[in-house]
T-cell receptor
Framework: NAGVTQTPKFQVLKTGQSMTLQCAQD?????MYWYRQDPGMGLRLIYY???????DKGEVPNGYNVSRLNKREFSLRLESAAPSQTSVYFC?????????????FGPGTRLTVT | GNSVTQMEGPVTLSEEAFLTINCTYTATGYPSLFWYVQYPGEGLQLLLKATKADDKGSNKGFEATYRKETTSFHLEKGSVQVSDSAVYFCALRGDAGGTSYGKLTFGQGTILTVHP
């Protein structure tokens, strides 16, 4: 059981380049989330998808777009990367939201924008 | 809005020492409270949780009690091991009826290093 998987693990971009971070879960979860983790800031919610076909903004959505491709997959796109987007990005999933169900996290993608 | 404040780190301890990591929160209503742990190179894992006042969450020797009167959820362990070295995050989830319902708000994380 792989749980939540993310690709790539590491990425270096130049300012203005675009890229898509991929996330997939095999737990048949309905809800999926994207967070960014910055030193001294904890994790902040970028976007979430409560169920297939829906997406909503979180705390820090500017500069990002998301796609809930199907129940398993939730991608995060940076259209024009900026140095301020240098961060570690985590995808998570839960059985449902809002709810009392635990969120399961992927291993993260470390992104550097130069 | 909701917020979580953790004690400043990093924290360095010798094996078998007593651990306390302080966590206080600001939220309306009755949030649920969590401690997550992140081992090097891995994602976050739920360590323990408490969903109402005076509940005690416990797991792997770690404990935390939901104190509504002091809006705190301090993490404790009586005897730490080298394998406990990790980053610890306190988090809350807003309760029903609020705009933050279901969303997690994290503290900034506390790095714990345990030496043999």
């Amino acid at each position: 059981n792989a749980g939540v998987t993310q690709t790539p693990k590491f990425q270096v971009l130049k300012t203005g380049q675009s890229m898509t971070l991929q996330c997939a879960q095999d737990m048949n979860h309905n809800s999926m989330y994207w967070y960014r983790q910055d030193p001294g800031m904890g994790l902040r919610l970028i976007y979430y998808s409560a169920s297939e076909g829906t997406t909503d903004k979180g705390e820090v959505p500017n500069g990002y777009n998301v796609s809930r491709l199907n129940k398993r997959e939730f991608s995060l796109r940076l259209e024009s990367a900026a140095p301020s987007q240098t961060s570690v990005y985590f995808c998570a999933s839960s059985l449902a939201a809002p709810s009392s169900y635990e969120q399961y996290f992927g291993p993260g993608t470390r992104l550097t924008v130069t | 809005g909701n917020s979580v404040t953790q004690m400043e780190g990093p924290v360095t301890l010798s094996e078998e020492a007593f651990l306390t990591i302080n966590c206080t929160y600001t939220a309306t209503g009755y949030p649920s409270l969590f401690w997550y742990v992140q081992y090097p190179g891995e994602g976050l894992q739920l360590l323990l949780k408490a969903t109402k006042a005076d509940d005690k969450g416990s797991n792997k020797g770690f404990e935390a009690t939901y104190r509504k009167e002091t809006t705190s959820f301090h993490l404790e362990k009586g005897s730490v091991q080298v394998s406990d070295s990790a980053v610890y995050f306190c988090a809350l989830r807003g309760d029903a009826g609020g705009t933050s319902y279901g969303k997690l708000t994290f503290g900034q994380g506390t790095i714990l290093t345990v030496h043999p």
